[in-house]
């Protein structure tokens, strides 16, 4: 057993607050790597950005989830110290720490090891749009 380590950057381009999917990015990437079973680290290298699994059969999950953040964490009202860079400046750094901004995957004969419903997301936390950058390891065989 040889156990490779293989790693790359992939920037997503975000429209505002909501979740990205991107996981068919990561299985193509990971296809075109040549190892057959190992763990996959994704990790957002941001502090207003998150990453989740989640469903990804029915659109109406990421916009409920989306909705969901807006009411536990509300702009609006709060006399946060942190807005440098606008009312939704702190509430993003919130709902980042209240997520993950790494996931570890498995996978299995060059497939992620995904449940059939479920899609790898970045979890856009800011009103404007970004360019988020993505760092995928690989350590397999």
């Known amino acids: ?7 790359t950057t992939v920037t997503i381009p975000t429209r505002g607050k909501g979740l990205y999917s991107f996981t068919r990015d990561i ?3 990971l296809s075109k790597q040549g190892l057959r079973d190992g763990i996959l680290t994704v990790f957002v290298q941001h502090t207003s950005c998150s990453l989740v699994i989640q469903e990804n059969a029915d659109p109406d999950v990421t916009l409920d989830m989306r909705d969901f953040f807006e009411t536990l ?4 009202g709060e006399n946060f110290r942190h807005t440098a860079e606008g009312p939704d400046d702190m509430t993003s750094h919130i709902r980042s720490a209240l997520t993950s901004t790494t996931l570890t995957i498995p996978f299995i004969s060059g497939r992620l090891a995904l449940g059939t419903w479920q ?10 749009p970004h ?4 760092v995928l390891q690989l350590l397999g065989e």
Request: glycine share 4%.
């Open 1 to 7: 057993m040889i156990l490779l380590i293989k790693n």
């Open 27 to 29: 299985q193509h990437w």
């Open 73 to 76: 964490v509300p702009e609006e």
């Open 119 to 128: 899609g790898i997301y970045l979890f856009e936390h800011r009103a404007i």
């Open 131 to 134: 360019q988020r950058r993505v």
